[in-house]
């Protein structure tokens, strides 16, 4: 028995370890900054919550629309390529190609503008970072929480600024949007884009998740001719 007790001892061990490494990379990720509010007193901005489906595959459609739209001007997602978009998004090729090919016109290439990120920097103060693992590097509920803050700020060379990053180097690229959609259908928008960026990051995320639940239900199975095993050999030296 004492065996068996050993193994489940240690695969609990396993799951704790794996929940303290999720619960400590939440933490990490909580907090969106801070914002003085109207008392003068500063607060902690908390993130909103970023819709991520990756099986809805029209929101990382609409999201990658958006992104070549949007951003890819300015900013490169240098891991990620054309093809890899219209194969995974489940876009035809030639409207890859018509509609998505903003940066290059080769649909094997990666997400490049090729602009000279020193020149970019003295456009703008600071260059644009590459986008290909910035929700994995931010997380995603930050990324959303980021694009849903900016605010008019006439003493900024934007006349914006952003709560989470404070005296942001980017304009607010989507206030036509935000003025045209309306406040719902703009969050709506925007939650497409961090969808399809979180994708671009880790496009295998959910897929690994199901393939770990399918691997602990499998050591789970395996356990119990492991055990029977165990006695079986032991039996005699007993
Ligand atoms: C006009 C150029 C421009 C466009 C277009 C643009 N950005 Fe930016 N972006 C910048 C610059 C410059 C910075 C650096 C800001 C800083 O460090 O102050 C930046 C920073 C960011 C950051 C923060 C990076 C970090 O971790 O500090 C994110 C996220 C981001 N952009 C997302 C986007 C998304 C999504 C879009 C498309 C909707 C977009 N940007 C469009 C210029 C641009």
């Known amino acids: 028995m004492s065996a068996f007790i050993k ?24 907090g969106c900054g801070t914002f003085t509010n109207a008392k003068g007193v500063e607060e902690h901005l908390a993130c909103s919550t970023a819709p991520i489906d990756f099986s809805n595959k029209g929101s990382l459609q609409r999201g990658a629309t958006m992104f070549m739209n949007y951003c890819a001007g300015c900013h490169t997602a240098k891991y990620v390529r054309h093809s890899r978009i219209a194969q995974d998004l489940e876009i035809p090729p030639e409207l890859v190609e018509k509609y998505l090919l903003v940066t290059s016109d080769q649909i094997g290439d990666q997400i490049n503008n090729g602009i000279d990120p020193e020149i970019q920097a003295k456009w703008f103060g600071a260059p644009p970072p590459d986008l290909s693992l910035e929700t994995r590097l931010r997380g995603d509920d930050w990324v959303y929480t980021y694009l849903l803050s900016f605010y008019e700020d006439p003493s900024r060379p934007w006349g914006t600024n952003n709560l989470v990053l404070h005296n942001v180097a980017m304009p607010h690229v989507l206030m036509n949007l935000q003025n045209q959609l309306g406040e719902e259908e703009y969050r709506s928008r925007v939650g497409d884009l961090v969808n399809y960026m979180a994708w671009m990051a880790d496009p295998v995320r959910e897929d690994r998740k199901r393939y770990g639940f399918y691997v602990i239900i499998f050591l789970l199975v395996l356990l119990i001719p492991v055990y029977l095993l165990n006695k079986e050999f032991w039996k005699d030296v007993k």
């Open 7 to 30: 193994s489940l001892t240690g695969l609990g061990f396993a799951v704790a370890m794996a929940f303290a490494a999720t619960s400590a990379q939440a933490a990490g990720e909580s």
